[in-house]
């Protein structure tokens, strides 16, 4: 801030010049007005011929308060009568009768401020013509003005670097006491160690700092939950993924025991279920960690304009094989062309086809498993009927709980995760999953409901 002080200290002090070159002006020509006053009013000609009676006194005062030299003149306008100091240097342009005029000249090499005014002489001189001017000049040294100036400037320069000294001092004062909690801010953020995801205290910073504090905390929070996420997640794949591996060594090294080949058969046939088993499971959790990235606003999905009809078709085909290896009722059921949403295509089919998945594992041979897509009070409803066991009120109320199965589910195979994934896309797009026990039963609906009016205009979440 200081180079902007100066330079508005600069600018000030060109003002300050300008201005008080004009007052001083105004000060110093009144003495000249006065002096152009005393003087006409001692110029007669009534003998015919130009007579002046010069009031010395009052010249002697005015030499005085200028400090140098006064020089006077009094002729006609035709420079045939003159008295005083001749050839004063007249205006640039013609003067106007009765009408004191101020000008800047030089006067034999020296700087002088000059005072003129013309008037009518009368009675004329002998044999002039009527309407003959005479023109009156007092100069004075411009000694005493530029001194004046000098000494005002000098001391509007002192003041102004004592502001700006004063300025310095108090600016760098304060920034040293504004910085202090930001310094100890620091110093305590270098000090924590890189587990430590605590919210940084604000109570001793600067209130316009604590904005800058918010967010960083803000952050902070969104890399806890992030660390969070991943440790859960190794810890996730550590615990489930051990086990199946395990399993799967234990069957290869059986394998190359084996002689029979039908028991080897065997073998590869439960190593290439567990492999089945471990690749969904594998699949899920990564689904999981990309649904947690997403809301946390760290993940690459785009949300766009998506078609939910065209959407459940798609997932509907992709599974039709398993549906035809158990024989099962497996239809579409929509009333509607289109069904406009905006959210996820990638999410939202991730999410349906573990609900399809989920009713053509539970589902016995041969039974029905439907999914209908519509519109309902307003809502997008996304909806898997099986003909399963369906779930108990118990399981219904944990069902979005990680690697927790039902007990219809314990002869299954799965790995708890499909509802849990389900459940947690339809909070990314502000919906929810419903689940119910169909009436009459068996069965399990399984529904996906989504605010459609908040999104079919293309408005982001």
């Given at each position: 801030m200081l180079p902007a002080l100066a330079m508005v200290a600069a600018g000030g002090l060109w003002l300050s010049v300008r201005l008080l070159d004009d007052l001083a002006n105004a000060a110093y020509d009144r003495s000249l007005a006065g002096a152009l006053r005393a003087?006409?009013?001692?110029?007669?000609?009534?003998?015919?011929?130009?007579?002046?009676?010069?009031?010395?006194?009052?010249?002697?005062?005015?030499?005085?308060?200028?400090?140098?030299?006064?020089?006077?003149?009094?002729a006609t306008e035709d420079g045939l009568a003159e008295i005083g100091n001749p050839d004063l240097p007249l205006p640039d342009h013609p003067l106007r009768s009765g009408r004191a005029e101020f000008y800047n000249a030089e006067y034999f090499g020296e700087p002088v401020r000059v005072g003129a005014m013309a008037r009518r002489l009368e009675p004329p001189l002998y044999g002039a013509n009527e309407g003959q001017r005479i023109v009156i000049q007092v100069a004075e040294s411009v000694r005493s003005?530029?001194?004046?100036?000098?000494?005002?400037?000098?001391?509007?320069?002192?003041?102004?670097?004592?502001q700006i000294l004063l300025s310095a001092?108090?600016?760098?004062?304060?920034?040293?006491?504004?910085?202090?909690?930001?310094?100890?801010?620091?110093?305590?953020?270098?000090?924590?160690?890189?587990?430590?995801?605590?919210?940084?205290d604000d109570s001793e910073v600067p209130s316009e700092v604590q904005p800058l504090v918010a967010a960083i905390n803000r952050h902070i929070a969104r890399h806890e939950a992030q660390a969070k996420a991943q440790r859960q997640f190794l810890d996730d794949a550590?615990?489930?993924?051990?086990?199946?591996?395990?399993?799967?060594?234990?069957?290869?090294?059986?394998?190359?025991?084996?002689?029979?080949?039908?028991?080897?058969?065997q073998a590869l046939q439960a190593m290439h279920t567990g492999i089945d088993r471990s690749i969904r499971m594998a699949n899920q959790m990564l689904a999981l960690a990309r649904v947690h990235d997403a809301s946390l606003g760290e993940s690459s999905v785009p949300f766009a304009r998506i078609d939910l009809v065209e959407l459940a078709g798609e997932c509907v085909r992709s599974l039709l094989p398993a549906a035809r290896a158990k024989r099962l009722d497996y239809g579409?059921?929509?009333?509607?062309?289109?069904?406009?949403?905006?959210?996820?295509?990638?999410?939202?089919?991730?999410?349906?086809?573990?609900?399809?998945?989920?009713?053509?594992?539970y589902s016995p041979e041969g039974s029905v498993v439907t999914l209908s897509v519509g519109g309902e009070d307003d809502c997008a409803v996304l909806r898997v009927e099986d003909?399963?066991?369906?779930?108990?009120?118990?399981?219904?109320?944990?069902?979005?709980?990680?690697?927790?199965?039902?007990?219809?589910?314990?002869?299954?195979?799965?790995?708890?995760l499909g509802l849990a994934i389900a459940e947690r896309i339809a909070k990314l797009h502000k919906g929810q999953l419903v689940l119910e026990n169909r009436d009459p039963g068996p069965g399990l609906r399984a529904s996906?409901?989504?605010?459609?009016?908040?999104?079919q205009n293309g408005v982001s979440p």
């Amino acid at each position: 801030m200081l180079p902007a002080l100066a330079m508005v200290a600069a600018g000030g002090l060109w003002l300050s010049v300008r201005l008080l070159d004009d007052l001083a002006n105004a000060a110093y020509d009144r003495s000249l007005a006065g002096a152009l006053r005393a003087i006409d009013l001692n110029i007669s000609t009534d003998s015919g011929g130009l007579a002046v009676e010069l009031p010395y006194r009052l010249l002697q005062f005015f030499e005085l308060t200028a400090s140098g030299n006064v020089y006077f003149r009094v002729a006609t306008e035709d420079g045939l009568a003159e008295i005083g100091n001749p050839d004063l240097p007249l205006p640039d342009h013609p003067l106007r009768s009765g009408r004191a005029e101020f000008y800047n000249a030089e006067y034999f090499g020296e700087p002088v401020r000059v005072g003129a005014m013309a008037r009518r002489l009368e009675p004329p001189l002998y044999g002039a013509n009527e309407g003959q001017r005479i023109v009156i000049q007092v100069a004075e040294s411009v000694r005493s003005r530029l001194g004046f100036t000098r000494t005002v400037i000098m001391r509007a320069i002192e003041r102004d670097a004592l502001q700006i000294l004063l300025s310095a001092l108090l600016l760098t004062a304060g920034v040293i006491i504004a910085l202090r909690p930001l310094v100890r801010l620091s110093e305590e953020i270098n000090a924590r160690g890189p587990e430590d995801l605590r919210p940084v205290d604000d109570s001793e910073v600067p209130s316009e700092v604590q904005p800058l504090v918010a967010a960083i905390n803000r952050h902070i929070a969104r890399h806890e939950a992030q660390a969070k996420a991943q440790r859960q997640f190794l810890d996730d794949a550590s615990h489930q993924l051990r086990t199946p591996l395990t399993v799967l060594k234990t069957q290869v090294d059986f394998a190359l025991r084996e002689s029979d080949p039908q028991a080897v058969r065997q073998a590869l046939q439960a190593m290439h279920t567990g492999i089945d088993r471990s690749i969904r499971m594998a699949n899920q959790m990564l689904a999981l960690a990309r649904v947690h990235d997403a809301s946390l606003g760290e993940s690459s999905v785009p949300f766009a304009r998506i078609d939910l009809v065209e959407l459940a078709g798609e997932c509907v085909r992709s599974l039709l094989p398993a549906a035809r290896a158990k024989r099962l009722d497996y239809g579409f059921d929509t009333r509607a062309e289109r069904l406009p949403f905006f959210g996820s295509a990638l999410l939202l089919r991730e999410a349906l086809v573990n609900l399809l998945d989920n009713a053509i594992r539970y589902s016995p041979e041969g039974s029905v498993v439907t999914l209908s897509v519509g519109g309902e009070d307003d809502c997008a409803v996304l909806r898997v009927e099986d003909s399963g066991p369906g779930m108990s009120a118990s399981d219904i109320e944990r069902a979005g709980v990680r690697f927790r199965r039902g007990q219809a589910g314990k002869d299954k195979p799965g790995a708890g995760l499909g509802l849990a994934i389900a459940e947690r896309i339809a909070k990314l797009h502000k919906g929810q999953l419903v689940l119910e026990n169909r009436d009459p039963g068996p069965g399990l609906r399984a529904s996906l409901v989504f605010p459609r009016s908040k999104y079919q205009n293309g408005v982001s979440p």
